[in-house]
């Protein structure tokens, strides 16, 4: 199984941008697939997650109306829209896909049985 993520890049302040994960080897659309990141110096953190093949969505308190997870099971693939981007939303974005998660557990990266490279997004100021 290989979940292969894409889109980020440098973006000015205010900006937007796009990401896209892409899973092979096993469909995962009834399942829970999303996006967690990572700040230089700082621990892994949830940024949204789109349940069980697309039913329910969640946030990140500080993303929350300028991010939007979406998904296309036809496509075994989940997406992350970014606007409004922020400094402070620098990080490696890591696109996860995880089985029979309970809703206490989808923030904690450790219930994620999938995880793909990784792609690096840098909003400047």
């Known amino acids: 199984v290989q979940l292969q993520a894409s889109g980020g890049g440098l973006v000015q302040a205010g900006g937007s941008l796009r990401l896209s994960c892409a899973a092979s080897g096993r469909s995962f659309s009834r399942d829970d697939m999303g996006w967690f990141r990572q700040a230089p110096g700082k621990e892994r953190e949830f940024v949204a997650s789109?349940?069980?093949?697309?039913?329910?969505?969640h946030y990140l308190d500080s993303v929350k109306g300028r991010f939007t997870v979406s998904r296309d099971n036809a496509k075994s693939s989940v997406y992350l829209e970014m606007n409004s981007l922020k400094p402070e939303d620098t990080a490696l974005y890591y696109c996860v896909a995880g089985v029979n998660l309970i809703l206490s557990s989808i923030r904690n990266p450790r219930n994620y049985a999938y995880w793909g490279r990784g792609t690096l997004v840098t909003v400047s100021s």
């Open positions: 789109s349940r069980r093949g697309g039913t329910t969505t």
